[in-house]
């Protein structure tokens, strides 16, 4: 499958998952602009690894997702958008009732509130390019909730939402909004989960991970980065044209039951 000519906009993407799909959506021949919110020269050569390994055009565009305007400025100085994915993420485990009141607002905005910034600014460009693609980095706790993890499971069960409706809004415009909902895929977001998880269960990290992180996902094993890329690089494909507004779960039988 030739994604050629095509420019894919990715969400923090100098890391884990992000990273994997701008690789993926590279070898299928997307250019591909990388984000965060970072400006080092670590980023910029991300970039110019995977257009000198793959031969797209590939840039690293710095900008915060926790701020709507600098959401919609990444999509506009991308100045194409034809794949959209929204996975920039972070995460934050404590109780409710402990849950820091700027950790909930930064995980509200940066996992939920940009994707509706980024969506908001690239749909016009979709629809005037006539074919788009929305790719959503969900999570299982977009279908399901965990104890600690108000923030988390509040923005996911949000993005599952706003998938959906954008969805509804697009159907007869050659354009799709999916979402991806992994289960745990050991990238940094996990491997921080791990000392907190361990802290708030008093256990031990292998502990954790064992008996609290895996214990929810049957198969005992974590999905990983390059799966959910083969995904979401499906998801673009034209096997998928009659797919909107649903989720693909890749969590190991966990929302099985
Ligand atoms: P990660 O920490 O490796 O990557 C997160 C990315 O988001 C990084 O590139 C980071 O720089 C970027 N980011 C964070 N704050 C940002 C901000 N303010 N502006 C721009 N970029 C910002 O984590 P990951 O595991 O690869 O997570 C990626 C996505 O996948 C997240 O949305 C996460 O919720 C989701 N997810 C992860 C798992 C998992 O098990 N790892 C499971 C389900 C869903």
Redesign the pocket.
């Known amino acids: 499958m030739s994604l050629s000519g095509k420019t894919a906009v990715i ?10 799909i701008a690789w993926e959506l590279a070898r299928a021949g997307a250019n591909v602009v990388l ?4 400006d080092n020269e670590e980023d910029h050569a991300l970039a110019e690894k995977i257009a000198k390994e793959t031969g797209v055009t590939a840039r690293y565009i710095k ?5 709507g305007d ?1 959401c919609r400025k990444l999509v506009e100085e991308a100045g194409a958008c034809d794949i959209l994915v ?6 934050h485990v404590a109780a409710i009732d402990e849950f820091p009141a700027e950790k909930w607002d ?1 995980i509200i ?3 939920m509130n ?1 994707t509706f910034h980024t969506m908001a600014a690239a749909l016009p460009m979709m629809r005037k390019a006539g074919w788009g693609r929305v790719v959503n ?6 279908l399901r909730a965990s104890p600690f993890k108000s923030a ?1 499971v509040t ?2 069960h949000g993005v599952v939402g706003m998938t959906k409706v954008a969805a509804l809004e697009t159907a007869k415009e050659t354009i799709t909004v999916n979402a ?11 491997e ?2 791990i000392p907190d998880t361990a802290k708030e269960y008093g256990i031990s990290e292998d502990e954790a991970v064992e008996k609290v992180i895996l214990a929810k996902q049957p198969s005992k094993e ?2 990983t ?1 390059e799966q ?1 890329a083969g995904i979401a690089v499906f998801l673009c494909s034209s096997a998928a044209d009659q797919i909107t507004g649903t989720t693909i779960s890749a ?1 190991g039988g966990w929302t099985a039951s």
Do not use: R, W
Request: one cysteine or more.
């Open positions: 969400t923090g993407s100098n890391s884990g998952i992000g990273l994997g984000n965060s919110f970072t900008a915060d997702m926790s701020k600098e929204n996975n920039a993420g972070i995460q930064a905005a940066i996992n940009s980095v969900a999570s299982a706790h977009g988390y923005a996911k991806i909902c992994p289960g745990y895929v050991l990238t940094p977001l996990v921080k989960q974590f999905a980065v959910i969590d």
